[in-house]
């Protein structure tokens, strides 16, 4: 499973460092994937990162405010989002494919408002 971490309100502007630490399989083998769904929307992938931490992807929107990691040492991965802004508000999933099946997190809230 997926259990992520680190949401809440925050000021536009602010920054948070999201969580997700994965159990019941061989972290380090697999990719982990950042999605988010705004109020009201679809669910939308924003960052990627390879099983080794050696690459990192992002959605084109959120290019040079996102930075995702991971430790495979703790079997997490983060996900740095700095300038936040009101957009940027919904909830933040992380997910990876074991072999063809589907695995998300619950989510983390992130709100960002005065």
């Known amino acids: 499973q997926f259990v992520e971490s680190g949401g809440g309100l925050v000021q536009p502007g602010g920054s948070l460092i999201l969580s997700c630490v994965g159990s019941?399989?061989?972290?380090?083998?697999?990719?982990v994937y950042w999605y988010r769904q705004a109020p009201g929307k679809e669910r939308e992938w924003v960052a990627g990162?390879?099983?080794?931490?050696?690459?990192?992807y992002y959605e084109d929107s959120v290019k040079g405010r996102f930075t995702v990691s991971r430790n495979n040492s703790k079997n997490t991965a983060y996900l740095e989002i700095n300038n936040l802004k009101p957009e940027d508000t919904g909830v933040y999933f992380c997910?990876?494919?074991?072999?063809?099946?589907?695995?998300w997190g619950q989510g983390t809230r992130v709100t960002v408002s005065s």
């Open positions: 990162i390879v099983s080794t931490g050696a690459g990192a």
């Open positions: 019941g399989f061989t972290f380090s083998d697999y990719a």
């Open positions: 997910y990876t494919s074991l072999s063809g099946n589907d695995l």
